[in-house]
């Protein structure tokens, strides 16, 4: 069984910056779309961005220019950036190992105005 678990949200002020890590209990390598989503209160989770293993990168509309999804051989990464106010929401990483749709546990992040 594989295990996803994501670290560094917090509480920053707007137009500063914050970088996501999710660490996998196998090489990241052996996970396929994996992908940053988030859920804002009252809102639908959102597909933030996403890496396949072929390095080829895809953005929500919301985020593109302001965030950067990156991977090595351990973790998945969502740099931040220009952090807005409307960015608030927890944080998941996620991804599929052979057939399972396998999904971290969250990370605050928190965007103050």
């Known amino acids: 069984q594989v295990q996803l678990v994501e670290s560094g949200g917090g509480l920053v002020q707007a137009g500063g910056s914050l970088r996501l890590s999710c660490a996998a209990s196998?090489?990241?390598?052996?996970?396929?779309?994996v992908a940053w989503s988030r859920q804002a209160p009252g809102k639908q989770r959102e597909l933030v961005a996403g890496?396949?293993?072929?390095?080829n990168k895809h953005y929500a509309d919301s985020v593109k220019g302001r965030f950067t999804v990156s991977r090595d051989n351990t973790k998945l990464y969502l740099q931040m950036n220009e952090l807005k106010p409307e960015d608030t929401a927890v944080y998941y990483c996620?991804?599929?190992?052979?057939?399972?749709?396998?999904w971290g546990q969250g990370t605050q992040v928190t965007v103050s105005s």
């Open positions: 890496i396949g293993l072929r390095g």
């Open positions: 996620h991804g599929k190992y052979g057939t399972a749709n396998i």
């Open positions: 196998r090489n990241i390598n052996s996970i396929s779309d």
